[in-house]
């Protein structure tokens, strides 16, 4: 979300429902007539609000703590509650005026274990070790941490930057570094270095206005042309976790450099031609994706969305870069296991404006979907929540990740008031919803709230609810979605979890892996029906006869080799024979 655009965002939005008060009616009222999607119209309310639910069922929502809301102003931005990241049981919740952590051993009933306020929005949140990052931009922000703002212009005590807490004692975290910036830190990525335990890296990409070199030295408001100027960069923070009070700046990568190094080198803003976007110019990143395991990182950096080689993580590099004209702001990015897509989401309208609505361009607020051949960024397709939203309700792509269910790409994604959608993208030119969840609007105007982010994390899907608080749901078989593939999603789990930090996902071999790739193969043609009730037969058999376990998967194994020669999807069948085998050897 893009903090500059909120108060003229909010006002031009508000403005337009006094200046014509009948759209918000009229959208709900027309919606219906087009689609029976359930989500469309639902009755509004901040804690009372219509639920709509496919695909899924809500475990818990567990509301904002006290301090962390202001009464009377659910859509407040003071108290908004932002990004999330995992450890263990823990969930760490962001938010504008500092964050929470709760624990969700039992997920029905999450418990506070810490409320710390520390305003500076937004609030994003990373975990590694004992150590807790968070970001923040805003100019009220103070070292210490203090709610009572800055009033000078230039200050020694204000804080734009990224902080670092020990959550050792997860009931008392305590701030023991921080690292100033010149534009402050919206978000922030944390980067492992896979040669060296000892440290991390943080990429920050900061969004707002270049601070005084009055107030941090170095600081340079300069243009595109500028070589010192502190936009058209992003930092890079290097943290010794042994000594974390000593993390620094280390380098501030030119990564939109043209060829002769002027730093303004990529799109300088403005339409792409008639009836395009309006596409913002790209002097920041937003998000910046890492993806370790594969040496890469893909940047949603306002204008453009880039591709960044990270095989030295303390110095990105540029290798590739693409435009839209069909996106205001690139926001986001999220790769497909295997890097052969690239998913990147637009925030047009800054997540404070109502951008779903019947009347909206489907491809404006979507997503774009990018293959990656030879590490070049290809179009391939687009997608964006289907249900119309009303003037009441901003809503726009916002963060996801993937759901790992095996032979698929599959993923979560928030988008504010529209709720949260998972969908299937192994097709990027064909995408298809699966799941979905929704509520009615906040209130009956134009209210700040919904999914901030919607993460899956070791068998469940969270949800950060900017006015309502936490949600936690699980997956429900359906026509799109086996019981099988979710279970075999469920054997995939992960200690720790940062937004945007991708972990190349690996599935355990399993009697459930095998059912769900045959799931698959059933569903989608690539066997013979009669072929697929067999080896689901040979599977249960073979599961069953103790000793003879192992000689009965490896003779299934060889008869799907055989299977693969003349299968519709050979490759599957091969993928399916390789964790047959694997069972066979125990």
Known sequence: MRRSSIVRT????????????????????????????????????????????????????TDRPAGFFTPGEPGSFANANTDLAFKGSLVFVGNFGGFQIWDASDPKAPALRAAVSCAGGQGDVSVHGSLLFMSVEETRGR???????????????????????????????????????????????????????DRVFIYVSGTGPVRSPNELAGCVRGGAADPNTSRFSIDVIEVPLANPAAARIVASPRVFADSTGKPGGLWMGGNHGQGTQMTAVTD????????????????????????????????PRRIHEVTDPNFAYWHSATFSNDARTVLFSDEWGGG???????????????????????????????????????????????????????????MVQAFYQGGLTVFDFTDPANVKEIAFFDRGPVQETLTL??????????????????????????????????????????????????????????????????????????????????????????????ESAGPARGARLASLAVALDRDARSARDAAKVRTLADVVRSLAKG
């Not at 804080?159 to 921080?178: C, E, H, L, N, S």
């Not at 749901?473 to 469920?490: G, T």
């Open 449 to 542: 709230g919904g999914f901030w982010s919607a993460y899956w994390y070791d068998g469940r899907i969270y949800g950060s609810e900017i006015a309502r608080g936490l949600d936690i749901l699980e997956l429900q078989p359906s026509a799109h979605l086996s019981q099988n593939e979710i279970d075999a999603a469920k054997t995939v789990r992960w200690d720790v979890f940062n937004p945007q930090t991708q972990t190349r996902i690996t599935w355990p071999p399993s009697f459930v892996l095998a059912r769900a790739y045959v799931d698959q193969l059933a569903r989608d043609g690539g066997l013979p029906a009669a072929r697929t009730t067999a080896i689901m037969a040979a599977l249960a058999r073979a």
């Open 284 to 315: 920041q990143c937003h998000d910046i994706t890492v993806y370790p395991a594969m040496g890469l990182a893909a940047g949603a950096c306002s204008g453009n969305g880039i591709l960044l080689d990270i095989s030295d993580p303390a110095s």
């Open 10 to 61: 909010l006002a031009v939005a508000i403005g337009a429902l006094v200046a014509i008060p009948s759209i918000a009616t009229s959208l709900v009222a027309q919606a219906p007539a087009a689609t029976a999607d359930p989500r469309v119209g639902l009755k509004g309310g901040w804690r009372d609000a219509e639920q709509a639910i496919r695909g899924l069922t809500l475990v818990s929502h």
């Open 352 to 410: 404070t404006a109502p951008r779903c609505r019947a009347t909206d361009k489907p491809l404006w607020g979507a997503n774009a979907l990018f293959t990656l051949r030879d590490r070049k960024l290809i179009p391939a397709g687009y997608y964006k929540m289907p249900a119309a939203q009303t003037a009441a309700e901003n809503c726009v792509a916002h963060n996801g990740s993937l759901i790992p269910i095996p032979g698929r790409d599959v």
């Open 143 to 197: 070292t210490d941490c203090g709610s009572q703002g800055v009033a000078d212009t230039v200050s020694r005590e204000r804080f734009r930057g990224v902080r670092i807490w020990d959550i050792t004692d997860v009931g008392a975290p305590k701030q023991v570094g921080y690292v100033q910036t010149c534009r402050g830190s919206h978000t922030h990525t944390l980067v492992p270095d896979l040669r060296r335990a």
